[in-house]
């Protein structure tokens, strides 16, 4: 299928040169609606918080970075609850160097950033792309019928094991629609 990730910040002539004739969907936090609830901060709501089954969140980033763990701070369940799609986030600059995830609120074990992705961020994405998304999936693979489709997002990283950017959540949608979801 004709999809492909750019970055945001390439300018929609660039992208043109690059792709062709190609649909443009901005996926991101700042995109328009409906393309915007493909963000991983959007608050879809319910979404089961990954070794805490008693628990959910309203956003995809809600959870990563709720269970985030520092040298100086460490879960922050109020993350879970945030509905605005700001102020998710949680830095190294203000807390210290990241240790890790937590497996759960009140888990003991700690995940190292590639088994975090691969046992918290990727399970909670594809909930949501499952429960949440599936008219707007259904939308791209027809536009993915009829034309190439670009999706914007500010990461193009698609590696899981390329710990040195962070991951595309448009490479995930991609794979999801073709089949490739990562392991």
């Known amino acids: 299928m004709p999809f492909?990730?750019?970055?945001r910040r390439m300018s929609p002539q660039n992208i043109?040169?690059?792709?062709?004739?190609?649909?443009?969907?901005?996926?991101?936090?700042?995109?328009?609606d409906p393309w915007i609830r493909f963000s991983p901060f959007y608050p879809h709501g319910n979404i089961p918080v990954p070794f805490a089954p008693e628990h959910?969140?309203?956003s995809v980033e809600g959870?990563?970075?709720?269970?985030?763990?520092f040298e100086t701070t460490?879960?922050?369940?109020?993350?879970?609850?945030i509905t605005t799609m700001k102020h998710i986030k949680r830095s190294a600059r203000r807390f210290g160097a990241v240790l890790g995830h937590r497996a759960g609120l009140d888990g003991d074990r700690l995940l190292a950033y590639e088994e975090a992705r691969r046992m918290?961020?990727?399970?909670?994405?594809r909930w949501v792309l499952e429960h949440c998304l599936q008219q707007e999936l259904n939308a791209l693979l027809r536009l993915g019928e009829l034309q190439t489709v670009v999706l914007l997002d500010y990461e193009t990283n698609g590696d899981i094991s390329?710990?040195?950017r962070p991951l595309s959540h448009a490479t995930l949608i991609v794979a999801y629609l073709?089949?490739?979801w990562p392991q």
């Open 63 to 69: 959870i990563w970075q709720g269970l985030k763990v």
């Open 74 to 81: 460490d879960v922050d369940p109020a993350k879970l609850a």
């Open 120 to 125: 918290i961020y990727l399970p909670s994405y």
């Open 162 to 164: 390329n710990l040195s």
């Open 178 to 180: 073709n089949g490739t």
């Open 4 to 7: 492909f990730v750019a970055s």
């Open 56 to 58: 959910t969140a309203m």
């Open 16 to 32: 043109y040169k690059r792709f062709g004739d190609v649909l443009i969907h901005d996926v991101t936090s700042h995109g328009p």
